[in-house]
């Protein structure tokens, strides 16, 4: 069993920059393709980025150059540094893992383990 937790929200304005990380314990880091979702109320979880086991990384379009995801195999964690950020960027995010190598990135329910969320808001 794989568990996830995410640090790193806060409340920043608009054009600020935050850096999430998600620290992994229970599996075999390096093996696992790790994600960032996020969600708002009232709305399904929607793909931020994924950062795979062998190297690609995806990005959805609506956060592509300003957004930059990482991973660091012998710390056990992956980052996410936000930049040029928005209010639309205001969200929980999650942080996820999945075992699975094919492709939908994208695809929510693929990824087999979740963390608790970490919040971002930010103001205009």
């Known amino acids: 069993q794989v568990q996830l937790v995410e640090s790193g929200g806060g409340l920043v304005q608009a054009g600020g920059s935050l850096k999430l990380s998600c620290v992994a314990s229970?599996?075999?880091?390096?093996?696992?393709?790790m994600g960032w979702f996020r969600q708002t109320p009232g709305k399904e979880r929607e793909f931020v980025s994924a950062i795979t086991w062998s190297g690609p990384i995806f990005y959805d379009n609506s956060v592509k150059g300003r957004f930059t995801a990482s991973r660091d195999n012998a710390k056990n964690t992956v980052s996410l540094q936000m930049n040029s950020l928005r209010p639309e960027d205001t969200a929980i995010y999650y942080c996820?893992?999945?075992?699975?190598?094919?492709?939908?990135?994208?695809?929510?329910?693929?990824?087999?383990?979740w963390g608790k969320g970490t919040n971002v808001t930010v103001s205009s």
């Open positions: 996820a893992a999945r075992t699975y190598d094919g492709s939908s990135w994208y695809d929510s329910t693929l990824y087999a383990f």
């Open positions: 229970g599996g075999v880091f390096n093996h696992l393709n």
